[in-house]
């Protein structure tokens, strides 16, 4: 059984950081897509950023970047998402997620249908 845990997630003040985590068990990275997605209330999950295990290559929406670094530990199968500069707009749950087949790329990677195993959701609020 596939199991993705995130953790790290909590109450921070505008430009402050946090680094959330996700253990993975039951699965390896090994050639997949690993992806973290937001949830803010009342809208779409968003894609964040993602990673492949594959190649390291790494893609983030353009709402992040500069101030969110993902990265992955593919001999513990964990990942990571350092966000740095927060803004009371990154205010989400956060997911993790691992895809198997469409890879993460300038064309791929960042849509929750391209994922095929999640996690449970970690709380980032950012107070103004």
């Known amino acids: 059984e596939v199991q993705l845990v995130e953790s790290g997630g909590g109450l921070v003040q505008a430009g402050g950081s946090l680094r959330l985590s996700c253990a993975a068990s039951?699965?390896?990275?090994?050639?997949?897509?690993i992806g973290w997605f937001r949830q803010a209330p009342g809208k779409e999950r968003e894609g964040v950023s993602c990673?492949?295990?594959?190649?390291?290559?790494?893609y983030y929406a353009d709402s992040v970047k500069g101030r969110f670094t993902i990265s992955s530990d593919n001999t513990k199968n964990a990942m990571y998402l350092q966000m740095n500069i927060l803004k009371p707009e990154d205010t989400a749950v956060y997911y993790c997620a691992v895809g198997e087949y469409y890879g993460c790329s300038p064309y791929s990677g960042l849509r929750p249908y391209e994922y095929d195993y999640w996690g449970q959701g970690t709380q980032v609020t950012v107070s103004s």
């Open positions: 990673i492949s295990s594959h190649d390291g290559m790494t």
């Open positions: 039951g699965f390896t990275f090994d050639d997949s897509a």
